[in-house]
């Protein structure tokens, strides 16, 4: 008796393997394979906002050198200072949007500027995904899901400060927040060409580091505390208010400047005590939280950089480099600082 020949029904085939699917999507969910979602390096990210940075850089240094600023007003401070435009805002905001649009397709980008135009991504240089002054440092990634992700962007920050040719306080800023948390700061000084970054929990910059001095700011005396240009006047009352009249007040443009001599050692704490923009603050932001540094409203609040929230942080600002002392600035200076904020605000 020969071997029997057994057929197939396609149909019941089909009707079993339809049936045996739908029992392991009962038993194990539906598979990642059918709700996949965009996803980003963050490696990749902080690698291509370092070179935008870069690239943004080199257009507000060849503008000023050349002394084509265009310059115009486009507003005014909280305080009443001027808000400037120059050419460099712009030609910086675009290298640096373009070039993350193109290698970003469809990342969420709140910039200062908002002067766009359709562009065509086939003449935007690549951007750089990859940097040996990275790949040396970081040696992990994460994949965190585009939706998550917020780029800021300061393509100019100290606007008032390039007009009048202070060059050492400019800086260009980019920020990768993730649900609102800065995670990525890069903080580029153009006419230095010194650049600043950190990736919260995987590694900075071999130039970042919190100095000896700011780490043992509680045992300092006198405080020095770096304040913006254009209010230095009501800070001045109420640091020596907390602090005593020893207290040293240093004059600063730029908040990416400012945060910069706080890590290094330079001053104490950066208080502001009106309002500022989210761009100027979250590449910071991310930087100190890095080097476990400490960045809040003068209420003590985190600051939530998620997009379509409040671009402007009403509530005031303390930078520390050193945590632990965080909460001392702040416990000295936040009922001082309502008074001060009171008294600007009925000025303007």
């Known amino acids: 008796m020969g071997p029997a020949n057994i057929k197939l029904n396609p149909v019941g085939a089909a009707m079993f393997l339809a049936v045996a699917l739908c029992l392991i999507i009962y038993a194990f969910g539906v598979p990642n394979w059918f709700n996949r979602e965009p996803t980003v390096s963050m490696k990749e990210l902080l690698t291509a906002s370092i070179d ?17 600023l265009d310059e115009k007003e486009k507003g ?10 120059t050419r460099g805002d712009s030609e910086s905001n675009r290298a640096i949007v373009y070039g993350m649009s193109k290698a970003f397709t469809g990342i969420q980008i709140i910039s200062e500027e908002t002067d766009l135009k359709p562009v065509n991504f086939k003449i935007i240089e690549d951007v750089s995904k990859k940097l040996e002054e990275v790949e040396k440092i970081i040696k992990d990634d ?20 390039y007009t009048e040719n202070l060059q050492e306080y400019v800086t260009v800023m980019i920020c990768v927040a993730v649900k609102g948390s800065p995670k990525i700061g890069v903080i580029y000084k153009p006419f230095l060409q010194q650049i600043a970054w950190a990736w919260v929990g995987y590694g900075h910059s071999e130039n970042l580091k919190v ?12 405080k020095t505390i770096i304040v913006s240009r254009s209010h230095s006047g009501p800070v001045e009352k109420i640091a020596k208010k907390a602090y005593g009249n020893d207290t040293k007040i240093v004059p600063a443009g730029g908040a990416g400047y400012k945060t910069l001599e706080v890590i290094k050692g330079k001053a104490d704490a950066y208080v502001h005590i009106t309002l500022i923009k989210k761009w100027d603050i979250c590449a910071g932001n991310a930087v100190l939280t890095a080097l476990n540094g400490k960045m809040t409203t003068l209420e003590g609040d985190t600051i939530d950089y998620k997009a379509g929230g409040d671009v402007k942080n009403h509530d005031g600002l303390l930078v ?22 009171k008294s600007v605000s009925s000025k303007h």
Not at 76 to 85: I, N, R, S, V
Not at 320 to 341: G, I, M, P, Q, R
Request: positive net charge; proline residues 4%.
């Open 211 to 222: 100095s000896q001095t700011a780490s043992d700011s509680k045992v300092k005396a006198p």
């Open 320 to 341: 520390t480099a050193a945590a632990n002392d965080h909460y001392e600035f702040l416990s000295k200076l936040s009922k001082v600082a309502e008074e001060a904020k």
């Open 142 to 161: 994460e994949m965190v899901p585009k939706k998550d992700i917020t780029v800021w962007v300061d393509p100019l920050d100290a606007t008032q400060e």
């Open 76 to 85: 005014k401070t909280a305080e009443g200072a001027k808000e400037m435009l």
């Open 52 to 68: 935008l940075a870069r690239r943004g850089g080199t257009k507000v240094k060849d503008i000023r050198l050349k002394n084509a």
